[in-house]
C-alpha cells in the first residue's frame, strides 16, 4: 500500500492564525481525502481533493474555512483558516485504492489552538 | 444512507481474555466492510477488510466475517495481548456508482491490562 506522509506531525497555534497541513504519498493516487478527527470522536470526512479541479466538501465544511489544494497526484494540502479553539482535532489525510476498497491513513496533525 | 454501528466502549479486559467487538451497518449498494486500528498518538491502520459476503478477514490474530443475512461484521480474537490496548473502528465502503467513500462507526476504546 501507499506510503503517506503528513506534515507536521503536531502544532499549536494561536486563535485567528491559519495553518497549512501538508499530504504527500509516494506512488500516484486518484483520490485523496482529508478527515478531521475531534477528541475522543470517530472521522468526519471534510473534502475529497480533486486533481485539477476544487475540492469537493461535505456538508458543513466550506472552501474558506478549508481551502485545499492538489497540485499533482501525489500531493495535497488543507489550510485551517482563521483557527478558534473548536478547531483543535486531528487532520488525517488519506488515500483510495478504487471502489469498495479500503483507504490508507497518514499519521495525522494533532492540531492544538490557543 | 449508509451507516455503521458498532458495540460502545470502552472495553477494558485482563490479558489473554476473548475479546468481541460488535459491528452492524446499513448500506445502500453491496459494502465492502473493513476494521482499523488507532494506536495512541498514530494514525488509522487497516487490520482488516473483507469483500464479499461469508469473507473472513484475519490479521494478527483478529478475524471478522462478513455477514449478509444479519448485516454483521463483529471483530474477534481469541487471546488479547496489552499491545492491542487502541481505538478500533468498523468502516464500510459502498460499491455503488463509483463511490469511494469510507462510513465510520463511533469507535471502541479497548483497554487491555497485565
Known amino acids: 500500500s501507499a506510503v503517506i506522509s503528513q506534515k507536521p506531525s503536531r502544532d499549536i497555534c494561536q486563535r485567528g492564525t491559519s495553518l497549512t497541513i501538508q499530504c504527500q504519498v509516494d506512488?500516484?493516487?486518484?483520490?485523496m481525502f482529508w478527515y478531521r478527527q475531534q477528541p475522543g470522536q470517530s472521522l468526519t470526512l471534510i473534502a475529497t481533493?480533486?486533481?485539477?479541479?476544487?475540492?469537493?466538501?461535505e456538508s458543513g465544511f466550506v472552501i474558506d474555512k478549508f481551502p485545499i489544494s492538489r497540485p499533482n497526484l501525489t500531493f495535497s494540502t488543507l489550510t485551517v483558516s482563521n483557527m478558534s479553539p473548536e478547531d483543535s482535532s486531528i487532520y488525517l489525510c488519506?488515500?483510495?485504492?478504487?471502489?469498495?476498497?479500503?483507504?490508507?491513513f497518514g499519521d495525522g496533525t494533532r492540531l492544538s489552538i490557543l | 444512507g449508509n451507516s455503521v454501528t458498532q458495540m460502545e466502549g470502552p472495553v477494558t479486559l485482563s490479558e489473554e481474555a476473548f475479546l468481541t467487538i460488535n459491528c452492524t451497518y446499513t448500506a445502500t449498494g453491496y459494502p465492502s466492510l473493513f476494521w482499523y486500528v488507532q494506536y495512541p498518538g498514530e494514525g488509522l491502520q487497516l487490520l482488516l477488510k473483507?469483500?464479499?459476503?461469508?469473507d473472513k478477514g484475519s490479521n494478527k490474530g483478529f478475524e471478522a466475517t462478513y455477514r449478509k443475512e444479519t448485516t454483521s461484521f463483529h471483530l474477534e480474537k481469541g487471546s488479547v495481548q496489552v499491545s492491542d490496548s487502541a481505538v478500533y473502528f468498523c468502516?464500510?465502503?459502498?460499491?455503488?456508482?463509483?463511490?469511494?467513500?469510507?462510513?465510520f462507526g463511533k469507535g471502541t476504546k479497548l483497554s487491555v491490562i497485565p
Open positions: 506512488s500516484q493516487v486518484t483520490m
Open positions: 468502516a464500510l465502503s459502498d460499491s455503488g456508482a463509483g463511490s469511494y467513500q469510507l462510513t
Open positions: 488519506s488515500v483510495g485504492a478504487g471502489e469498495g476498497q479500503p483507504q490508507h
Open positions: 481533493a480533486n486533481q485539477g479541479s476544487e475540492a469537493t466538501y
Open positions: 473483507a469483500t464479499k459476503a461469508d
